[in-house]
Each structure stands twice: as structure tokens, then as C-alpha cells.
């Protein structure tokens, strides 16, 4: 099938998308994050948002609850190599029963945490194989709740009961349809089918729930509907797609067939959380003024994950700005 391009925008109607909230504060421990790169919302309508850090830097890598009117309920996991311990992660995914998985692109596995945040077990290791890693990066559950796993540097997508049994893959290194080049997200719709972030072939591959290519859309560029290497996919329960532009520092949005809509360039607020830190530390508040960079502020620096709810919102890891910026998708509004 071919790469799909822009539709025409005049005759048709387009989907809005309006600003919400912020949360976030820049901390190496405890309520915050440092470099955000991926959330995941839990059952109990928490959020699980894991810090990267910076490579290199041990400080600040962690998972932290909270929930979407700020309130702040612990963290866990930390920086090292022993069990509960990551060095790069990459990922989160939360399944039905409360548990939160974890990738881990330098240690090349996947660590599993219980209801309460302690270590459950974990799997991987480094390889070309069936079931081996090489640069785990985005997780996500399948339909049958099954963990879908992008294998980074393997060009490949690979499937794993929660136990960490290896069950399939699907992709190969390459440009044409089904091949993959250094993908990075993934998501499962609630039909099954798997939408890939397709990082250095700039563009977003869609599978069904076997693996099996239908499409793909996006090409390189800056334009409406072009990548300069896409991080995040996320579709919601109408079909609309929603991909973190990483080096464009933007989201873009898509119909179902892969038609671009729109796009959104951040809109941040001071969170709760910053302004609270700033109450309290008014010296901070007046470098802030002076500083004089509010419009600059609002706006999306390297987002590096999306996540939408069923209630209609898209949160987006806005991982240089240490935050979370949340939208809430509005129905159709006109005809443009």
C-alpha cells in the first residue's frame, strides 16, 4: 500500500484537540520527573510516568504515581543492574492486575514490578534470537494481554506472555512494507491492530493483531504529516492517531486511514507542582521572571511519548521539559 499523504483539508471535517493541564516538576527523586519518557494509566486512573535521566547519570531515574489532579502517591525502582533496577529505561505498560513492566534498553530486559511497586521478576538478555533483545524500547499489551516489545536495534517487534515466554515477532530491517528501521513506539487499538513508530524510517507502520503489514503513512520532513523521527503512536477508541513528532518537537494527529488533521506545538502552564516549588522559593519565581521565556515555556521540547484514556484524553511525555502536558480531545467543531 502506498504512503498515504495529506488530505485535502477543505473538504473534510477536522478533529480539535483543546489544552487541558500540566503536571510536572524537574527533581531528581520524589515528586517529579527528570526526562520523562513514557506513561502509562493504570486501572486504578493513576498515571506511571518513568524517568529516563540523562545517559550517564544515575540520578533521578525512577517510576512516579500521581494522579490527573496532581496528587502525588510515591515512586519506585531506581538507577543500577540488580533486580527492581533500570539504567536506560525506555517503555511502561501497566496490566489488568495492577502490575507495571518496564524496558530497559541497556540492560536488555524487561522488569516487572507488583500492585505496590517491589520487584516481581524480569526477563532478557542481549541478542539476535527468538526472544533475545537488543535495545528494548517501547511496551505495550496486546488484546489477549500479551506484552508486545519493540526490539530496537533489532528492526523487529516481539510478543511475550506476562511470564515472559516468547510467543512471536513479526518485522525485519529495512524501508519497504513490514521492514522496520530503529523503531521505537508502539500501541494496540481496542481491535487488535499494532501501530509501530517507525523512528528512522520516519513514519508510523500499522500491523494487524498477527504482524501482518496494512499500511503505513508519513514520510521526511517538516511539513503537515512528515517525521523527523517519530517516538510515540497512540490510538484512540475512534481510531484517531496521535504520534509525538520527536525532533519536530510537536504532535501530530491523524484519521484512521492516515489522513493528517492537525497538529498541536504545546501550550504548558505552570503545574501545581512548579507552583507550589515556586511559592516556597521565591528567588527561583524571580529568575523565572526575569529569564523572561514564558511564550518559549508552552512549548513541546523533544515529546518523547503519548498516551490516550478512554475518556477522551492524550497525555504527552514532554521529556526536555521534565513534565507532562494533558489534552482533552474535543468533538468535531467545523468544517474547514
Known sequence: MAIRGVKNMTTRTRQFMKYSHTIGLSTMSGRGFYYPVDTAIGEDDRLYTVSRSLDGDPRGI??????LASEYFGTFGE??????QMIWPTGVARDTQGRTFVSDEFTNRITVFDVDGDFSHSWGKMGSGAGELDGP??????RDQNLLVVDHHNHRVQRYSQNGIFLSEFGSFGSANGELNLPWG???????????????NDRIQKFDRDGRFLMKFGSSGKGDGEFNRPSGVAVDKDGIIYVTDFKNDRLQVFDAEGNYITQMTGDATLSKWCQEFLDVNPEQASWRENAGLFEQEKRFWRPAA????????VLIADSCRHRIQIYNRASVLAEV
Open 62 to 67: 525512577r517510576v512516579t504515581i500521581y494522579d
Open 79 to 84: 538507577s543500577g543492574e540488580d533486580d527492581g
Open 137 to 142: 524500547s517501547g511496551v505495550a499489551f496486546d
Open 186 to 200: 508502539i500501541t494496540a487499538s481496542s481491535k487488535g491492530d499494532i501501530y509501530v513508530a517507525d523512528w528512522r
Open 306 to 313: 503519548i498516551e490516550t484514556s478512554s475518556d477522551g484524553l
